[in-house]
T-cell receptor, first 113, second 113 residues
Framework: DAGVIQSPRHEVTEMGQEVTLRCKPI?????LFWYRQTMMRGLELLIY????????DSGMPEDRFSAKMPNASFSTLKIQPSEPRDSAVYFC???????????FGPGTRLLVL | QKEVEQNSGPLSVPEGAIASLNCTYS??????FFWYRQYSGKSPELIMS????GDKEDGRFTAQLNKASQYVSLLIRDSQPSDSATYLC?????????????FGKGITLSVRP
């Protein structure tokens, strides 16, 4: 079975550029989560969706970050404009239901120069 | 106090020893706890969950929950070099009508052959 799929796996961009991260959750899973991991702050939840609807975006650092889930099999996290402090590993996770075990994707390593 | 704290580490133990990983939590989190393992450069994976006071055993792993003292531990018996990883403690944090999984910063375990 395919797990959570994320693309790209690595992204290097320059400050000010737009960055779009993509996620395909496990088929049949109803909840999707976007996390950011850095050495300083650890693993932080940015936003999560339940049945494609954003439930809690209080972890989104600022207006430069936005996330969408147009259907049950696809979600994007966009940063516009990007800044060096956005450099981190961004994980997408999905679960069969809210509160159930979360399965993480391989992550996208973002470096903003 | 942060909602979920892992203050000790990194931890180094010889092969075959017992590794003890600790996590404390605040009153704000719900009474269910999860231990994730994250190998270097990989994504977190769930290895144990515990909901009730006391011990829960799964192979070489034992999770211990002490609600009175507000800590949860993970014991790894007969530690193997393959156990070398970062271990993340997580618990749901209530946010009004919803909750979100909150992670500690993790403890890095190194098992010496």
């Amino acid at each position: 079975d395919a797990g959570v799929i994320q693309s790209p796996r690595h992204e290097v961009t320059e400050m000010g550029q737009e960055v779009t991260l993509r996620c395909k959750p496990i088929s049949g899973h109803n909840s999707l989560f976007w996390y950011r991991q850095t050495m300083m702050r650890g693993l932080e939840l940015l936003i999560y969706f339940n049945n494609n609807v954003p439930i809690d975006d209080s972890g989104m650092p600022e207006d430069r970050f936005s996330a969408k889930m147009p259907n049950a099999s696809f979600s994007t996290l966009k940063i516009q404009p990007s800044e060096p402090r956005d450099s981190a590993v961004y994980f997408c996770a999905s679960s069969a239901a809210f509160g159930a075990t979360q399965y993480f994707g391989p992550g996208t390593r973002l470096l903003v120069l | 106090q942060k909602e979920v704290e892992q203050n000790s580490g990194p931890l180094s133990v010889p092969e075959g020893a017992i590794a003890s990983l600790n996590c404390t939590y605040s009153d704000r989190v719900s009474q269910s706890f999860f231990w994730y393992r994250q190998y270097s450069g990989k994504s977190p994976e769930l290895i144990m969950s515990i909901y009730s006071n006391g011990d829960k055993e799964d192979g070489r792993f034992t999770a211990q929950l002490n609600k009175a003292s507000q800590y949860v531990s993970l014991l790894i018996r007969d530690s193997q070099p393959s156990d070398s990883a970062t271990y993340l403690c997580a618990a749901p944090l209530s946010t009004g009508a919803n909750s979100k999984l909150t992670f500690g910063k993790g403890i890095t375990l190194s098992v010496r052959p």
